[in-house]
């Protein structure tokens, strides 16, 4: 038996997503209506709607040794995928996206791929199947491919962007799945086959799909009529829940047909990630049986997602960025002699104005999130200044979560070097 049912590679971004009532135009500015920052990345989307639709999931890509990586790689310990083809790179940015969003739920997306070019491939893990997309670089998702199709994977290309498809990359694929768009910069279905493409499948919103195999006529995958909130990472939920559904032994026609709820289930919830089904919403939807709500309505984040998320607010420098992560009764402790303790938000939203103020550029950089249960342990390293002096110290803060959120936090950190590098000592 494969080790995984689904190896992912590609990109990793943090969406930085802004809705308006419609998007602007060329040299056009709009107002805006809310903004928010959401774990994305064609290649993480994948991989969060496989392993939510059933599989065991292993991703290869490329973050920055950064916050925004950190909260990316703990979306992956969330979802329970492999991260040990993960590289992180330093000295270079996670990847970013610049959503907009109005309000029919159309969008459009321009990608900075920051970390994502520096993915190194080293060796593909096995599995049923290798999905990926063109966020990074082509060669490696052909030389993927190449390693795949030898071990007997089924390789998968989502041709986004499109531009940046091969040849090479081509004569590696046995499913291809563009949207219209997509297929028309590709130049259609009939160059795709004189290509080698045998197995097309173009997403076509909510039109649902077209599969299209050499030698036969078009086949329509109807569409699942739902609400549409947002189709950020509609595709994307097609896309891998398609790989789940292939891996798990379905024919094509059965794993297109759930492939298309799940994208359908998608456009109801805002955000790629937050917005991706759970297998038993997607059952429900194909079965014509009441949707449960999404398990995460409302965010209730994960133990590795609640520690990731406030030890990157500290970065903002905004007390009210930090105490919107922690409970009403959250305890603050600290291991050391010269840390100050304090119970309660509100000691707590009185204190952090001169905490933050006395350690200008204060960061946490994470080195990995421990997880047991509902603990979190977060061995960091802390970079600041204070009284002009960088500051560069290691600790371990071991945090308590419920619901969502900090309850209790006790820093481990070392004080001799604080005291050192600030002439105290």
Not at 77 to 84: E, L, R, T, V
Not at 308 to 323: D, H, K, W
Not at 337 to 345: M, P, Q, V
Request: a negative charge.
């Amino acid at each position: 038996m494969s080790r995984f049912d689904v190896v992912v590679v590609g990109s990793l971004n943090l969406d930085l997503v802004a809705r308006a009532t419609r998007l602007p135009g060329p040299g056009e500015t709009v107002n805006g209506s809310t903004f928010a920052e959401v774990p994305g990345g064609k290649g993480l989307n994948q991989a969060v709607a496989a392993a939510r639709a059933g599989a065991r999931v292993a991703m290869v890509g490329a973050v920055g040794d950064d916050n925004a990586g950190d909260v990316l790689r703990s979306v992956l310990a969330g979802d329970g995928i492999d991260a040990a083809g993960l590289s992180i790179v330093s000295g270079v940015p996670t990847g970013r996206a610049l959503i907009g969003v109005d309000d029919a739920a159309e969008n459009s997306i321009i990608v900075v791929p920051g970390a994502n070019a520096h993915v190194t491939l080293g060796e593909v893990p096995a599995s049923s199947v290798v999905i990926a997309q063109l966020e990074i670089d082509p060669a490696l998702v052909a030389e993927a491919f190449r390693t795949a199709k030898a071990a007997g994977a089924t390789t998968v290309l989502n041709p986004a962007p499109a531009e940046n498809v091969t040849d090479e990359v081509l004569a590696h694929c046995d499913i291809v799945i563009p949207n219209e768009h997509e297929l028309e910069l590709l130049g259609g279905a009939e160059r795709l086959a004189e290509l080698g493409v045998t197995t097309l499948v173009v997403t076509l919103g909510a039109a649902g799909a077209d599969l299209v195999e050499a030698g036969s006529d078009p086949v329509r995958i109807d569409p699942f009529p739902v609400a549409p909130v947002d189709t950020t990472g509609a595709g994307d939920a097609f896309c891998g829940a398609l790989s789940a559904r292939l891996a798990a032994g379905d024919e094509l026609p059965d794993a297109l047909r759930f492939a298309a709820a799940n994208g359908a289930l998608a456009t109801t919830v805002a955000g790629a990630v937050p917005s991706l089904p759970t297998a038993d919403r997607t059952r429900a939807l194909i079965e014509g049986r009441p949707v449960p709500p999404p398990a995460d309505a409302d965010a209730v984040r994960s133990p590795a997602d609640t520690a990731a998320a406030y030890l990157a607010a500290f970065a903002t420098g905004e007390p009210e960025q930090v105490a919107a992560n922690v409970t009403d009764d959250f305890v603050n402790d600290h291991a050391s002699a010269l840390g100050s303790g304090c119970e309660g938000i509100d000691e707590y939203r009185r204190r952090l104005p001169g905490f933050l103020g006395s350690l200008p550029g204060l960061r946490y950089d994470v080195e990995q999130l421990i997880v047991d249960g509902s603990n979190v342990a977060a061995p960091y390293r802390l970079t600041a200044t204070s009284d002009g002096k960088p500051v560069e110290i290691r600790g371990v803060m071991v945090i308590e979560t419920r619901d969502g959120k900090v309850a209790k936090r006790t820093d481990y950190w070392d004080a001799l070097t604080f005291l050192r590098q600030t002439g105290q000592a």
